[in-house]
């Protein structure tokens, strides 16, 4: 290989030779000089960057050598255009050819001044693959058309990928977890800034204040953003996921709890409900975050804007919801990137990551045994849950003082009370539930009434590229002509996960091989038993690898849509960390409703 003056090489004439004239706009292999590195032959490939030390054998024998000294880097390196998020020309300046590390960590070596681009890519952990972190490499050299055409081509590759975002919309929850919102949010923007992602930042100013801006905005205004952040926790994120939901979201409600009673033991054949007579209700947020979920604080909505001339249906593949980070549980960031990190977050949107996520449609049919209203909507992207749930989040309510500690304290007090409620539960069978029926008589079992459950040994959970997420979906929900199955009892939970839950008090969630774009929920009924067992119940729910559903006194079914009615005069669910008045229920899952800057936790 020979080097020309001016920096371009030019391979063997018995091998593909790569464009030399710059003129051309054309380039597939130069040399530059790599700050603490050295000289390096840069070459683009087919889907990326590489670049090798020139003679790199000779340079590094020679460098090591001298006794406590070692490189900084590597010889050889290649980064995918998939992971290059930014490349920005930044003129002329310093650069360190090599550098080489004496043992009390100074460093020394050649210095030159040239012009200088700089690389933006990701870099995964060696021993975590979810944490990303950003790495950026400064190439130089001393003709300035080199260096403006690499950094134009490499930009003209970037691109063309399809789907980063330009514009986005972030609002910031300023007491999001311990009130670090607005902090988080400054360590991340540069990341935004270095890609040329354009941001519109809106300081949420009281609660409810994401939502009333997002339910109020028109159709064509929000289509100028490519998706909507939410910098705070998992009630923060459920939220802005009510402002544009409630008002956009056309389609029929889930059946009634009478609606399901009937057909239990053949086809359900429920009313079809109009949308349209959806009550938006004032919203309760917590302001910090439950041990499993989370939420912020009362405020009453503003009516949706109902002029709309331009339609933004959901599913909408171009735009995406995204989570950086701010809470005191974070578990639906978990379940999607596999870190509770804002970086790696911040990483996802830019490169324009995409998973698909479930939502859940509640609906309350009626609030207390002798109300008579209209129903109400929610949508959760995380959990429903009743009984223990519902107590927790109520109690927890006396002791905001107390900050997010007040959730253990309310937890742990619920639980010495041990309160049941009678309640009953109509369910839609699935194919796989109804045939895999085991005798009773086998110890690896556990009965639930209905059908029964083998022990799990070995459980998949979701991760990135998963088979069963990417499956084919149109993303809509039909339950007509299934077969409803009911349970009916004491229940100390009854508990609805959209996803695994998965965060720090529950490693593995409350349902550790559940999917996040799979079309079920996980219904988990923990029916009324004695205290030490439902203690063994929660030990083995906050253990990693623990089997917290191998209990005969707990159901799990997993189904697209079930119904709720208690038996006393009123019931407090938790939706997504929501308070939520609820005699009469039904929920039901859309597959794929909305999409996430985000690629699923690596595997």
């Known amino acids: 290989m020979e080097r020309k003056q001016n920096g371009l090489l030019v391979d063997n004439p018995h091998q593909n030779p790569p464009c030399t004239d710059v003129d051309e706009r054309s380039v597939s292999s130069s040399i530059f000089s790599l700050d603490h590195v050295g000289e390096v032959v840069l070459t683009r490939t087919s889907d990326g960057l590489s670049w090798k030390l020139v003679d790199s054998s000779n340079n590094e024998e020679d460098k090591l050598s001298c006794l406590g000294l070692k490189l900084v880097s590597d010889n050889e390196m290649e980064v995918s255009f998939a992971d290059v ?85 972030v609002f910031v929850h300023p007491k999001s977890g311990k009130g670090h919102g607005c902090r988080i949010w400054e360590a991340v923007a540069p990341i935004f800034f270095q890609a040329k992602v354009r941001t519109k930042v809106i300081v949420t100013e009281r609660a409810g204040h994401a939502r009333d801006v997002l339910a109020s905005m028109a159709n064509k205004d929000l289509s100028l953003y490519d ?73 009453a909505p503003q009516p949706p804007n109902r002029e709309q001339h331009q339609e933004f249906p959901f599913p909408n593949e171009m735009f995406r919801f995204g989570i950086i980070p701010a809470g005191s549980t974070d578990a639906i960031v978990i379940c999607t990137t596999g870190a509770r990190d804002p970086v790696t977050s911040a990483l996802h ?21 002798a109300s008579n209203e209209e129903p109400c909507i929610r949508y959760a992207a995380s959990f429903a849950g009743y009984g223990f749930y519902g107590d927790v989040i109520t109690e927890s309510e006396k002791y905001r003082w107390m900050g997010p500690k007040r959730y253990d304290y309310a937890g742990t007090k619920v639980f010495l009370q041990h309160k049941s409620y009678e309640a009953e539960v109509n369910y839609v069978e699935i194919e796989s539930e109804k045939g895999s029926s085991i005798p009773e008589t086998d110890p690896q079992v556990i009965s639930t ?90 030990i083995q729910l906050a253990r990693r690898g623990g089997n917290p559903l191998d209990f005969k006194f707990v159901e799990h079914h997993k189904t697209p849509a079930f119904t709720f009615k208690s038996s006393g005069k009123e019931g407090v669910w938790n939706v997504d960390g929501e308070p939520f008045l609820a005699h009469k229920l039904s929920a039901q899952v859309f597959r794929g409703l909305v999409s996430l800057f985000a690629t699923g936790p690596e595997a």
């Open 449 to 538: 009434g209905i059908w029964c459950l083998p022990r799990k040994r070995g459980r998949e959970s979701c991760h990135a590229d998963c088979a069963v997420c990417n499956s084919k979906s149109d993303g809509s929900t039909n339950i007509k002509g299934l077969k409803w199955s009911k349970s009916k009892g004491r229940f100390l939970s009854v508990g609805a996960a959209v996803i695994s839950c998965r965060n720090e008090k529950a490693p593995d969630g409350l349902v550790a091989d559940a999917h996040l774009c799979d079309g079920f929920l996980h219904l988990i009924l923990v029916k009324d038993c004695p205290h030490p067992l439902y203690l063994l119940h929660l």
């Open 85 to 169: 998020y930014a490349v920005n020309f930044i003129g002329w300046g310093l650069v360190h050819e090599y550098g080489l590390t004496i043992a009390e960590g100074s460093t020394f070596g050649h210095s030159s001044e040239m012009y200088r681009f700089t690389v933006h890519a990701i870099h995964k952990s060696s021993t975590k693959r979810s944490l990303w972190t950003p790495s950026v490499y400064t190439f130089g050299n001393k003709d300035l058309e080199i260096c403006t055409t690499w950094v134009n081509q490499i930009n003209g590759y970037l691109n063309v990928l399809a789907k980063r975002p330009k514009n986005l919309l």
């Open 349 to 369: 949107i830019v490169l324009g990551k995409r998973v698909r996520l479930d939502i859940a449609q509640v609906v309350r049919w009626k609030e207390t045994h």
């Open 227 to 299: 998706g909507v952040i939410a910098v705070g926790g998992d009630g923060f994120f459920n939220e802005i996921l009510n402002g544009l939901l409630l008002s956009r979201h056309k389609a029929p409600y889930p059946p009634a709890p009478e609606d399901s009673t009937h057909p239990v033991e053949g086809e359900s054949e429920f009313s079809i409900h109009n949308v349209e007579r959806t009550i938006l209700e004032p919203c309760d947020y917590n302001q910090d975050e439950s041990p499993l979920l989370t939420g912020s604080e009362h405020v």
